[in-house]
């Protein structure tokens, strides 16, 4: 598996394929029938404290790994549920614009974020997407991001606590004129494997709202 975490793919990929404004792209939303395996908010007993860095609105977008940076009560959080924080990272959309479609990892799984935004968060969103195609096949970096052949499966502000999928093709939507700035937490299991969607829903299913 490659992930858009690894330090090398991000030098050599991320920062091309995601650093540049993209031109905002609309489409209307309605709720699909799919099941929801993209999006639930969590309630938790704190606040997630907003790191210094997730202030503004520049105009180049930004994925940054905050390397050695952990919220305390996310830490005693993920002490209890017997599982770890693998990566903290922001990923910030700049006003008017999106990221592209991506999986942030190939081949695409069905992996968890806990995720926090800050910024124009009643417009903000972050959106799944299906191709129109449904045979296509995601294995490797790049993908085809041209939204016109994808279907809008699914939408989400994420303005508080909640977990995301972020296996499944997404890309964050900000069409304010505030800078959207998101904090992710990786959570993993202690032998660092991910962790999919369906093990998410049961490991935090107390704080599920
Ligand atoms: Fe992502």
Redo the contacts with the bound molecule.
């Keep these: 598996m490659t992930t ?1 975490y690894d330090p090398k793919l991000k030098e050599e990929f991320v920062r091309e394929y995601f650093y540049k404004g993209i031109e905002l792209y609309e489409r209307p939303y309605t709720v699909s029938d799919y099941p929801n395996i993209y999006h639930q908010y969590l309630q938790l007993p704190f606040e997630i404290k907003r790191p210094d860095l997730c202030y503004g609105s520049p105009t180049d977008a930004k994925i940054t790994n905050l390397h050695d940076y952990r919220d305390e009560n996310i830490e005693q959080l993920h002490n209890k549920l017997g599982i770890k924080t693998l990566i903290v990272e922001v ?1 910030y959309t700049p006003p008017n614009s999106n990221l592209p479609i ?1 999986s ?1 990892a190939m081949p695409i799984d069905n992996h968890v974020k806990l995720n926090i935004t800050w910024g124009n968060s009643d417009k903000a969103a972050t959106r799944w997407w299906l191709p129109k195609d449904r045979t296509t096949t995601f294995n490797t970096f790049p993908i085809n991001s041209d939204r016109n052949d994808y279907d809008l499966i699914y939408q989400a502000h994420t303005n508080s606590p909640c977990l995301i999928n ?1 296996g499944q093709l ?1 890309d964050s939507y900000n069409p304010s004129n505030e800078g959207r700035w998101t904090l992710s937490t990786i959570p993993a299991h202690m032998d660092n494997r991910f962790i999919q969607w369906d093990e998410a829903m049961e490991i935090y299913k107390d704080y599920i709202i």
């Design positions: 858009i990923v991506h942030d972020v997404h």
